[in-house]
């Protein structure tokens, strides 16, 4: 595809959670379209490979080593990409990790680690980016939830609650923020082949799963999204899965 018929020019994007997985997809897919990427992770060698790799293909990227879970490394990371690209247009807050017990096993520590990580995480990336794009009148947040966040899941007590949440949020918020101009979408994907996946589910065969680049996808199709309409919620599951309600 030409320079000019790219479908993200001009924009940029902080990502949290895109030294790997789901969120190095996006971050590669919205390069690709031209837009100018933040890479936030707390392994700073994942995030460099990432921005190297997209250089190399001739876009723009920085690495930004960030904990979501601690706002001034969050404020410090968005100040970061702010100077770099002047603005940030769309976040996607994608850093989550996931955890299978029952709940009667369940440390308070896991517990709260995996609220703070996929729940937490989102709230300190959101309020970092929000003054710049409510200025703006503009903006789009992705939110990164799962098919847990709209149906539960045996043994992921915490992960569902967290991701629940993080649907509701997405919801309020979107509801806010229509008067700025900002759009808010919550992206539910199934079972997709990641380090996430392989840690917390062994077991399972994964041959008929999603790749990271068929989330990517869809997140695309809303950063691209016409300022007429929105999508709130996208559930993208795997094609043999069973519809969600169904
Ligand atoms: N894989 C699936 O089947 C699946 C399904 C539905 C939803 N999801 C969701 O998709 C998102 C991405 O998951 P994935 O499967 O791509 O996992 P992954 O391959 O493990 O990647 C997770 C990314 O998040 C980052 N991250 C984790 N904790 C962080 C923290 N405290 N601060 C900053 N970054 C952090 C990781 O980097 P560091 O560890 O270096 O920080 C990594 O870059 C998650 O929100 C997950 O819940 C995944």
Redesign the pocket.
Known sequence: MTDAGRLLDGKAAFI?????????AIAEAFAAQGCAIAL????RS??DAVATSIREAGGKAIALA????DPEQVQCAVSEAHDSFGAIDILVN?????LFKPFHMLSWDEWHKTI???LN?AFHCTQAVLPGMMHRRAGRIIN?????GVKPINKQSA?CAS?HALNAMSKVLAMELREFGIAVHAV??????????E?AMPERDKSD??T?ED?AHACLFLASQSSRATTDEVIVRRFHSVPIGG
């Open positions: 949290a959670g895109a030294g790997r997985g789901i969120g190095r936030a992770a707390r392994t994942e995030v960030c904990d979501v879970v994608n850093a989550g990790v996931a703070d990580i996929n995480g990164i939830s799962s098919v847990a992960y991701k539910c994907p199934g079972g997709v082949t990641t380090q996430l996946a840690e799963w999603m990271p989330i």
